[in-house]
């Protein structure tokens, strides 16, 4: 399974960029059956999972930094998922990677965590400017 960001920019504080993640190469799973998580990275500090959406698309998890401001959907029919960012702060400004894994319990559990996703893709940057 392979995973492609595409999306990220400069762009100025309260602005607004959307993030797709496009999934191709799959061996045996559809798309509909990976849960897809975004997380993100900003010099010196830990991955972050931030938004996540189940397979099916019933179910959503948004970090508490993000929630409010941030909404992730999915289009089966073009394998990718998408987190539209609004109100954007300077402190989102981070390496963004989408991330595929099996939900096994629920996404509240499953997403703040990166350990629960096996498949990433190479990461796409987001400055937010003042």
């Known amino acids: 399974l392979q995973l492609v960001e595409f999306g990220g920019g400069l762009v100025q504080r309260g602005g607004s960029l959307t993030l797709s993640c496009t999934a191709s190469?799959?061996?045996?799973?559809?798309?509909?059956?990976?849960?897809i998580g975004w997380f993100r990275q900003a010099p010196g500090r830990e991955r972050e999972g931030i938004s996540c959406?189940?397979?099916?698309?019933?179910?959503?998890y948004y970090g508490d930094s993000v929630k409010g401001r941030f909404t992730i959907s999915k289009d089966d029919a073009k394998n990718t998922v998408y987190l539209q960012m609004d109100n954007l702060e300077i402190a989102d400004t981070a390496v963004y990677y989408c991330?595929?894994?099996?939900?096994?319990?629920?996404?509240?559990?499953?997403?703040?965590?990166?350990?629960?996703?096996?498949?990433w893709g190479q990461g796409t940057q987001v400055t937010v400017s003042s």
């Open positions: 991330a595929a894994g099996i939900l096994t319990s629920t996404v509240q559990f499953m997403c703040p965590t990166s350990r629960y996703f096996p498949h």
């Open positions: 959406i189940s397979h099916n698309g019933g179910d959503t």
């Open positions: 190469g799959f061996d045996g799973l559809g798309f509909d059956a990976w849960t």
